[in-house]
């Protein structure tokens, strides 16, 4: 089949396009076009090509991508009619650049129109045909340009009709029936009444096959549409073998035939073919003169290159020079290069020299620490022996400054292994529950003697709204304000120290509270603010001597930051000094229900134990006697792990007290011989030595529990009670 819908109407659309120009040479090359269209449709080829070859110069001329596009498109039309498929391809491809550098859909729904006929009916590639129509409606309908759906409507219902798919076809027929009157032109009618006969030659419906038959070849016989013609007589004749009229048929095959010679045996083919070679002789020409200038920008791109040659050799001979100074450069590089790597290997010496100083500052913090705790454990236990056993020492100014001196040093003992520990990464923030009132109210009644000693009055405001339990770290979070309170209690006299929390918002589950400790003292002069988070830093005091190392603001300011959080000082000398952070807890009741309900519950009794204490210091065996005595436990104590296994072996014991740091055999050595005789007493370490230092060691020995001297008695006996009761379960 070889009809063409397009050409006439995509002119008709052109002058809607342009019909607002009012320029006379736009409307010469569209009147031009128009005409080249109109003896195209005649089989007028020659003066066909010869217009549009016209309109082409000109739209060149003009610059203008919409004309170009339109010119190209009504040369490939003729090229398609004297069966040059692959050049009237060539020029629809054309067409379609242009129009998409005019940014034009309209003018590609019509092209992409033109070359699925081509595949379709010149190629008879059905498939490849149908993609091009669909392009063609894709534009068509976000156009919403119904008269192009009917013509790519009408091409895509023949194309089924020859894949026999009569389903999509008549769906195709029907829609453009339905609209023919956008699109009522000769050449589409006579079409439309085409395919009305094959749809109801497919029906059995052949009386209305006839009429619709007979409609087309009339209205093709009326407008001269000799093509049309052709396929009207063909497709009538294949009607008439199918309902068995075969004489008629034979007769309408003869005319179908007459009307093919006539069409495609005109001389004016070989005319066209004569002027399509003239065409192919002007774009050889076109490409002839680029090249042309390309060869005169050639001609200049030599002279110019001679000159950059010219001076390219003078750019080589300052190169040379150059090359010569960077020789001599480079040696004086290799020499800086050589005092370079002496120095690097010099300062990885010093590196490796720092990092082991690094280890043995940790060493010596760790065995210091286990050093003075140790005494300590002693001068603790034995001013509360003191205490218990002679009442009227209880107020004793000195046995006062005894045990605050001891608990001095034992905090002083503890900031230095927790700033130690914070440096190194060692503290993980624990969750468990907590109450905001009652860690603030304990922070106050522990520093209540200093608020005595220096005439000051705490005052704790609580927000009603903080909820009663909360998921946090409530030792990290006392250490904080004890450090924060006991500082602004150390300097205020005769004042006061407000402890203020408040619900500073929430978001999801988490509750942000903002903490204040705000004092009446001396406070900081304003020089000195930045220093005061600085490890044993202490600011020049003019009056009193105040106690402390230094420590305890660079502790805070390191733990709030553990929090994720930061924290701010405001202060004003002879005033007073204010800090303030804000760190967020959970308040998911289910996890803190989660983690009450895990709380171990008090199981203590009035249940006598038998306890083996292995303790090579004296003073420390005479302390825990005490504690054990105190309790009614019954104690045996040796001096070394050999002797703790003999005892063990002689008579049970519910307990075993084991010290970590022995002679002979220490205390992971001695427990894992008591293991080994497949004893499971409960064994618990009492050590001088960080816990997280010694925990992993403990328990893989077979302990299971570790206590740090000193220690509270009540924790010894929970401890002591947990295990029993455990293991007897």
């Known amino acids: 089949m070889s009809q063409k819908f397009g050409y006439l109407l995509l002119i008709l659309l052109s002058f809607s396009v342009f019909s607002q120009e009012k320029k006379v040479t736009r409307d010469e090359v569209l009147n031009l076009l128009t005409t080249s269209d109109s003896l195209m449709f005649k089989a007028k080829y020659k003066q066909s090509l010869l217009l549009s070859n016209e309109a082409l110069k000109k739209a060149i001329q003009l610059k203008n991508d919409n004309l170009i596009a339109l010119s190209y498109n009504s040369i490939a039309g003729n090229y398609e009619e004297i069966l040059e498929e692959d050049k009237a391809l060539d020029f629809y491809k054309k067409a379609v650049f242009y129009s998409e550098k005019a940014r034009n859909d309209t003018l590609k729904i019509w092209f992409y129109n033109n070359i699925g006929n081509i595949y379709l009916y010149r190629k008879n590639n059905i498939d490849v045909g149908i993609e091009y129509y669909d392009k063609s409606l894709e534009f068509s309908n976000r156009l919403k340009d119904t008269a192009s759906s009917v013509l790519t409507k009408i091409n895509l219902s023949w194309a089924y009709f020859q894949k026999k798919n009569y389903t999509k076809a008549i769906q195709n027929l029907d829609f453009a029936e339905k609209h023919i009157d956008f699109m009522r032109f000769p050449d589409t009618e006579t079409y439309l009444n085409l395919l009305l006969g094959m749809k109801f030659s497919h029906l059995k419906e052949n009386d209305k096959a006839k009429l619709y038959y007979q409609k087309a070849i009339e209205i093709s016989i009326e407008n001269q549409l000799d093509s049309y013609l052709s396929d009207s007589y063909e497709q009538y004749a294949n009607h008439l073998f199918e309902i068995g009229d075969y004489k008629n048929a034979y007769l309408t095959l003869d005319k179908h035939e007459d009307v093919k010679d006539r069409v495609f045996r005109s001389e004016n083919i070989k005319n066209a073919e004569l002027v399509a070679l003239k ?20 001609s200049d791109n030599l002279k110019k290159t001679k000159i950059i040659v010219t001076l390219i050799l003078v750019f080589l001979m300052l190169m040379m020079f150059l090359l010569y100074i960077l020789y001599r450069n480079n040696i004086f590089r290799r020499k800086i290069n050589d005092f370079l790597e002496s120095k690097n290997e010099e300062l990885n010496v010093a590196k490796e020299k720092a990092e082991e100083a690094s280890k043995l500052k940790t060493q010596f913090i760790s065995t210091i620490s286990h050093e003075l705790r140790t005494p300590l454990y002693g001068v603790v236990g034995i001013t509360n022996m003191l205490s218990d056993e002679h009442k009227k020492l209880a107020n004793s100014p000195h046995l006062n400054s005894l045990k605050f001196s001891a608990r001095y040093l034992l905090s002083l003992v503890n900031d230095l292994l927790q700033i130690n520990k914070i440096e190194e990464n060692k503290v993980v923030l624990e969750h468990v529950t907590m109450n905001v009132a009652d860690e603030i109210n304990m922070v106050s009644n522990s520093l209540s003697f200093i608020a005595t000693r220096n005439n ?39 004042g006061e120290v407000k402890i203020k929390a408040s619900l500073d918002r929430s978001e999801n589950s988490l509750c942000y509270i903002k903490f204040e400790v705000i ?13 005061i988070f600085d490890k044993f830093v202490q600011i020049d005091r003019k009056e009193d001597d105040y106690q402390g190392a230094g420590l305890g603001l660079s502790i805070v300011k390191k733990l709030v930051k553990l929090f994720g959080s930061e924290i701010f000082v405001k202060s004003e000398e002879g005033k007073g000094t204010a800090f303030d952070f804000t760190i967020a807890f959970d308040s998911d009741r289910s996890k803190v229900n989660e983690i009450i309900n895990n709380i171990p519950v008090d199981l203590s009794n009035a249940q006598i134990y038998k306890v083996l204490v292995v303790e090579d210091n004296k003073i420390n065996q005479m302390v825990t006697r005490k504690f054990m005595e105190k309790s009614n436990f019954k104690t045996l104590i040796v001096d070394d792990g050999y002797a703790a296994i003999e005892a063990l072996s002689k008579e049970p014991f519910d307990v075993v007290l084991m010290d970590i740091n022995m002679p002979l055999i220490n205390g992971f050595e001695t427990t894992k011989l008591i293991r080994k005789k497949g004893l499971t007493i409960p064994i618990i370490a009492l050590t001088a030595f960080a816990k997280d230092e010694i925990s992993e060691e403990a328990y893989e020995a077979g302990m299971n529990d570790v206590l740090i001297k000193p220690f509270e008695p009540t924790k010894l006996i929970y401890s002591i009670e947990m295990l029993v009761k455990r293991k007897d379960d």
């Open 279 to 298: 065409i192919e002789l002007d774009e050889s020409k076109k490409e002839i003169q680029e090249i042309k200038k390309e060869r005169s920008l050639q």
């Open 519 to 531: 004092d009446t003292g001396m406070g900081i002069a304003e020089k000195d603010l930045g220093k």
């Open 456 to 494: 000051n009055m705490v005052i704790t405001e609580i927000d009603p709204t903080i909820p009663e339990f909360l998921v946090g770290d409530k030792i990290r979070l006392s250490q904080i304000l004890m450090n924060l309170v006991s500082n602004a209690l150390k300097f205020t006299q005769n």
